[in-house]
Nanobody, 116 residues
Framework: QVQLVESGGGLVQPGGSLRLSCAVS????????MRWYRQAPGKERESVAG???????NYADSVKGRFTISRDNAKDTLYLQMNRLKPEDTAVYYC??????????WGQGTQVTVSS
């Protein structure tokens, strides 16, 4: 059974930075693609950023230029570097992986709160 475990969330002031991590319990290479999602209170879960096994990335318009997604195959970890954070970035952030066999895996989520 593959597990995804997020970490790195917390409370940060507007304009600050955080780096989220998503550790894969097996080799991250089994994942064809990985993506970060977020869900704010009372809102639907939305896609934030994604990365394929070849390294291609894409971002939601709301985070372009501020967030960077990356994967470290040697550490079996997915990252989301978040800079110039805004109060509207407050949400629970989840990582998702889709394996080469088509199975989908989700982490348990990590809370990010942007507030002064």
């Amino acid at each position: 059974q593959v597990q995804l475990v997020e970490s790195g969330g917390g409370l940060v002031q507007p304009g600050g930075s955080l780096r989220l991590s998503c550790a894969v319990s097996r080799s991250i290479l089994i994942m064809n693609s990985m993506r970060w999602y977020r869900q704010a209170p009372g809102k639907e879960r939305e896609s934030v950023a994604g990365v394929t096994s070849s390294g291609a990335t894409n971002y939601a318009d709301s985070v372009k230029g501020r967030f960077t997604i990356s994967r470290d195959n040697a550490k079996d970890t997915l990252y989301l570097q978040m800079n110039r954070l805004k109060p509207e970035d407050t949400a629970v952030y989840y990582c998702r992986g889709i394996s080469g066999t088509g199975r989908t895996y989700w982490g348990q989520g990590t809370q990010v709160t942007v507030s002064s």
